[in-house]
């Protein structure tokens, strides 16, 4: 296996170069922060990520967890990462002080998981469920049940999982049948299916707390009918012991990857015995569980970035030592072989895997950033990061998890016939990943949720922040030396983005919403291409501007390997652009007026 599974250098480069988080300790909610507190933190998830998760991260794969006697077992290891995870701080790093949290701003926070989900994504997981969903008792739960679930939750002690899936309904959440019923008794009792449930139950824990999609008896039919509930496995008796709650597990999923934690199938109230509690008011169960739906889809994101990110430090350190071959042109057959990398192709497979990873890292910062803005910033301002957060999650879900898939590949091909083998670590990087365009959301989704509410809500507000920002950025880039050929690329980017975006939207009068959203998966790639040239052409000015100044000379390859790299993605990706709004204004719905019978034999 490969010692490196992320750079810490990219990671402080993006904090503090181009996203000035120290800027943030200005403000007092995190006052008590510095940038010396925040490399300490940063130190200290590298050391848990080399000492705790990169040992495990083959084992976890290979022993995967398995039902027995209606329990999940896992990896013996995971009881003990999870007391770290909670006893560190980790659960709780974002929390207020006052409910015993780190009050860490949210990007630093994700440069701390970018480390550990890249050294063992898997790991990583229980920690951050657990985290959404005590965020989300924290925001919307009664006090009693802050009181009862978050102290043992944020200590590790607890699982938290989202419960909204079911069999019959998958991603159409309307359709969910699971019924609580009500009691006098201040509870639910709750009965239905719930399907691909991360962490749904396991042996690590003493208690899992499940974040459950319901609709009260009763209650409308459709997204406007559905509640959110708490339900545990186990819940307190009268004398705060734990006794079972009537949920049961159905079966385990065997994955392609992503073995290291369960997926499961639950059953609640077969006993008619589950009971839940409400969550925040009936009936607007979904609008309270999109915080922790939109905290994951952008933790999706972070986890694709974070296993792209270990394949290609996997692939690069092969290539790096992986004698073959002679230049190009050589005529001597007895020189001394060379490094692989020293050929321009795998050179190529190198730049699409770092421009991917750290493309993807800088998307994931600036939405985590915004989030940071929140809660520092004047009232007024808080529309204007709320929109921009709205519009770019369902690229920064995306981008890294279907670019992922692409960039792991390539790391398998630089490693060529090895890579393929459970020998080197790469082909257990590709599987790993290949979930991510899937759950939270498919791609397909993320698409329609773009185009068919983020860049039309509020009259399509959203995107003219978006662009009022990328071109303020250009702006500042053009009196960069040697940036004005990526700024004008960048500009005539945006005016294709413009242009599809009306083309698009005036669909919807001429043709109807079925034709506009057909291709909506087409136009979140193409967005999701100019976003990351977006956060390129960020990085390169600020790379650009450290070169014009006096850097240290260790800091040269660094520098101009940012900028090659992002020379390589305004060449070789966002070119890609012009195929897709080829595509997106043509009139021809083939995929809407192809009639379903024509695929049949």
């Known amino acids: 296996m490969a010692g490196k599974f992320v750079s810490m250098r990219n990671l402080k480069f993006l904090l503090y170069e181009v996203f000035d988080t120290v800027a943030l300790t200005r403000n007092p909610y995190y006052s008590q922060h510095n940038q010396k507190s925040f490399d300490l933190v940063l130190d200290a998830s590298m050391k848990l990520a080399q000492k705790m998760l990169f ?41 207020p002080e006052a409910w015993d949290g780190e009050q860490l701003p949210g990007i630093l926070h994700c440069a701390c998981q970018l480390i550990k989900s890249s050294a063992n994504y898997s790991a990583g997981v229980y920690a951050g469920l657990t985290a ?55 509870h639910y009792l709750l009965k239905g299916q719930k399907v691909f449930i991360s962490a749904g139950d396991h042996d690590g824990v003493d208690n899992v707390v499940h974040m459950l999609l319901a609709r009260i008896d009763g209650a409308p039919q459709g997204v406007k009918g559905i509640s959110l509930f708490l339900v545990p496995k186990k819940r307190p008796d009268e004398k705060g012991r734990l006794v079972p709650n009537d949920v049961s597990v159905s079966q385990v999923f065997h994955k392609m990857g992503y073995r290291g934690a369960p997926i499961t199938e639950l059953s609640f109230g077969d006993k008619d015995d589950c009971r839940g509690f409400l969550v925040g008011e009936p009936n607007r169960g979904l609008m309270h569980m999109f915080q922790m739906m939109n905290e994951a889809r952008i933790g999706v994101g972070l986890g694709a970035a974070a296993i792209a990110s270990a394949a290609y430090y996997a692939a690069l350190e092969y290539c790096q030592t992986r ?40 998307l994931l910062m600036q939405c985590a950033l915004y989030e940071d803005f929140l809660r520092t910033t004047p009232p007024e301002e808080h ?84 662009l ?16 004005e050929a990526l700024s004008q690329k960048l500009e005539e980017a945006l005016q294709t983005l413009e242009q599809v975006t009306g083309h698009l939207v005036g669909l919807i009068g001429k043709r109807g919403v079925e034709i506009f959203l057909a291709d909506a998966t087409l136009y979140l790639e193409m967005f999701g291409i100019i976003a990351v040239a977006w956060q390129w052409l960020l990085q390169a000015a600020v790379a650009q501007k450290a070169l014009q100044g006096k850097p240290k000379t260790t800091d040269l390859p660094f520098y101009r390997g940012k900028l090659v ?30 009639d379903s019978s024509y695929f049949n034999d």
């Not at 009862?148 to 069999?167: D, I, R, S």
């Not at 009259?459 to 978006?466: D, I, P």
């Not at 009022?468 to 940036?483: D, H, P, T």
């Open 323 to 362: 004698p073959q071959g002679r230049k190009v042109g050589a005529k001597d057959p007895s020189a001394p072989q060379i490094p692989i990398i020293e050929h321009a192709d795998v050179r190529r497979m190198l730049l699409f895997q770092r421009a991917v990873v750290e493309g993807s890292e800088g």
């Open 132 to 186: 959404g969903a005590a965020r989300l008792i924290h925001s919307f739960a009664a006090e009693h049940l802050k009181t009862t679930y978050l102290p043992n939750m944020m200590a590790g002690k607890w699982q938290g999982t989202m419960a909204l899936t079911e069999p019959q309904a998958g991603s159409s959440l309307s359709d969910i049948t699971t019924t609580a019923y009500p009691t006098d008794k201040g």
């Open 565 to 594: 790299t992002a020379r390589y993605f305004f060449a070789y990706e966002l070119p890609k652009i012009k195929g897709l709004y080829q595509r997106l204004t043509d009139t021809d719905a083939l995929t809407v007026e192809m």
């Open 383 to 466: 529309l204007k990061y709320e929109l921009l957060l709205e519009l770019l999650t369902p690229m920064a879900k995306s981008y890294p998890s279907e670019m992922g898939i692409l960039s792991t590949s390539q790391a398998i091909q630089c490693l060529g016939g090895y890579g393929y083998c459970e020998d080197f670590p790469v082909e257990q990087h590709f599987r790993d990943c290949r979930i991510h365009p899937i759950h939270e959301g498919t791609t397909g989704i993320q698409g329609m949720d773009l185009l068919g509410r983020k860049v039309v809500m509020k009259e399509g507000r959203a995107l003219a922040l978006f």
């Open 55 to 95: 040992p495990l991260f083959e084992e976890m794969d290979r022993k995967a967890p398995y039902l027995e006697d209606g329990q999940v077992k896992v990896h013996p290891a995971v009881r003990a990462i999870m007391k770290e995870f909670g006893e560190g701080g980790w659960i709780g790093a974002t929390f």
């Open 468 to 483: 009022e920002e990328a071109r303020n950025n250009i702006a500042e880039a053009r009196s960069v030396a040697g940036l």
